[in-house]
DNA sequence: TTGTACGCGTTATCAA
DNA sequence: TTGATAACGCGTACAA
């Protein structure tokens, strides 16, 4: 009697199959699968029984079509290989889940043109709302976000505009404390690897800390001391070999992620400087490396994690028309110090 | 006359208010919006003036119920934060948006059970076919991947099962290679550091290729030179650290991934041991990370983008029933010598 | 407490 | 070349 049923066919079940075999209405059935009007106890044992011998499941588009609401959230990232960013994706993936939503993947490549296209894909796809994960917002986008018809959240970047949601660590805070760090340890000479210029807001953010604290320590600021890099390992070294090319003394090296500062130290070592003893070495995000590189590197520490869920929560109550506290979201940095930055 | 057009309600455009104001029946919209049957010229013109001004794009859901064919792709990974992973999702969502497939992602967490029963959900979810990323198979997979009513792929692994597809890089060659250049260069005691227990697929296969390397150069199998790690940073570091302290007498050292090699590297150095010069040192998938390093790593390279694009390409076309060569693809490793294991 | 009938937006079939 | 109609599978008024 706990047999599965097949089909004459090989259709999958519907509604209607699982009525029969459960010898009542397919309104029953729906009501047993959620869970909505009255049902007698023992009605809701046999349309159980039923569902499980069919192995039967609600076709997903019919659902949707009827409740006009498909349970996707689309994720527009700029780079799927930056292991920041993976860490951030898997807590958007666990809080969906968790939530009944699916994630949609689609990969900007960083190009902006296409940051907007896959914003009108996914809300084709019948996307509620969705996350945008960007190294470089523009203002360009704004308009867009405005009238792409969903709820659009921004994870792990902070802009002005007030009707943008955001979700992410203040960055001008964290490279502030960063810096303070360094001047306690009496570095005055601190050469800085930005982000890449095309994202004028977290790499303009994390500098505004950075001046604000050499200006709170009576010291001058000196453009000379920034190079910029594109946040990778090869783009970290390739900075750090342009600064000690162009004769920038500098006796501390902040970097705006801990892979360009992995870069960074492969430069020092190969121009004979030790670390930390002739040159401090920071960076920013704590990934796994930070601790794996010798000297293990001193570095903000961001809640990859909890970035990911809380925007991916916040995205789903704008999406349902749920009450929400506040769109801009500020989650808790922490400053790690290691021995890339002992004093000595 | 080219302005857009809002509906009085925001509902959104359907195929009958296209219809409405191009003046035709939404049958003859259809057969515009799919290209099918024969429509005039100046019609088709009226028709897509309709769409452009009132920014109607199909139903998803609805057209699904219709056709009875979700364009999804489900993918599920067992770790989201893997870099190795991140490039061959990164390829994966090339190949689906460009074949016309949203890619919907979750995430096993390395559990057997949770891979089972996404599985099961992407398949309720609407998904057409599905890969799965898997750091360790296991046969319980098959009969759950053989019932699971579509086509699964598993990506950057091969399995015996005549009837599991796979794509994946030969990883007995691959470790073979690795072995002989080590051989090469005189080494005669070869640490190893192997993948999780759990993985008897992946790692077995490997171990083979060393096994055979050392075999054809006339040296015994010593179970006690090979340790297990995670393919973490940390993971690498304890194992090479448990290498250690058991005084094993090794001149080389092999881990199978780069992460670990990164961490063993930090073992070795803080043992007081220098790389290439006591310990010559390898790893595998070539990560961007295996250049950064200090001395950078000599590795073996997987196409890790074309691994996904691949796995993708043969998910597709199993789910659209075309023909298909061979549902068993071995993709080309390569051999990157630097100077962990230069000759001294 | 349960069943009947309708419509969600689309495409395919058929008749015009 | 075009339009009317039915059906995909589900949830929900409303009637029983």
Request: aromatic share 4%.
């Amino acid at each position: 009697m706990n047999a599965l049923i097949g089909l004459g066919d090989n259709r999958r079940p519907t509604i209607r199959d699982v009525a029969k075999v459960a010898g009542v209405s397919p309104s029953t059935v729906s009501r047993v699968l959620n869970g909505r009007g009255p049902v007698r106890e023992s009605t809701r044992r046999q349309v159980e029984e039923a569902i499980r011998r069919l192995r039967y499941a609600p076709h997903p588009a019919a659902r949707d079509l009827r409740l006009k609401s498909g349970h996707l959230l689309g994720l527009i990232i700029s780079n799927l290989t930056f292991p920041f960013f993976g860490e951030v994706l898997k807590g958007v993936v666990e809080t969906a889940t968790a939530r009944g939503y699916g994630v949609l993947l689609a990969d900007s490549e960083g190009r902006l043109r296409r940051e907007l296209e896959l914003l009108e894909e996914v809300r084709r796809r019948g996307c509620r709302a969705s996350l945008l994960i960007t190294s470089a917002y523009r203002p360009e986008h704004a308009l867009v976000l405005r009238r792409s018809g969903m709820p659009v959240v921004l994870a792990s970047a902070h802009v002005a505009d007030p009707e943008v949601p955001c979700v992410g660590v203040d960055n001008a805070a964290a490279a502030f404390e960063l810096m303070q760090h360094l001047l306690a340890q009496g570095h005055r000479r601190i050469g800085i690897i930005r982000g890449p210029l095309d994202d004028p807001v977290t790499s303009g953010e994390r500098l505004k800390g950075c001046r604000l604290a050499l200006q709170g320590a009576g010291l001058p600021w000196d453009e000379a001391m920034v190079e910029e890099g594109d946040f990778s390992i090869r783009g970290g070294r390739e900075a750090a070999e342009r600064l000690l090319a162009r004769g920038v003394a500098m006796t501390a090296l902040f970097a705006f992620s801990d892979e360009m500062a992995m870069g960074a130290l492969q430069a020092l070592r190969r121009a004979g400087l030790r670390v930390p003893e002739d040159v401090a070495l920071a960076g920013f995000d704590d990934l796994p490396l930070a601790e794996g590189l010798e000297p293990p590197l001193t570095t903000i520490a961001q809640p990859k994690g909890e970035i990911g869920r809380v925007s991916a929560g916040l995205a789903i109550d704008l999406a349902e028309g749920r009450p929400v506290q506040r769109i801009k979201v500020t989650v808790p940095h922490r400053l790690i110090v290691r021995r890339s930055t002992a004093a000595h």
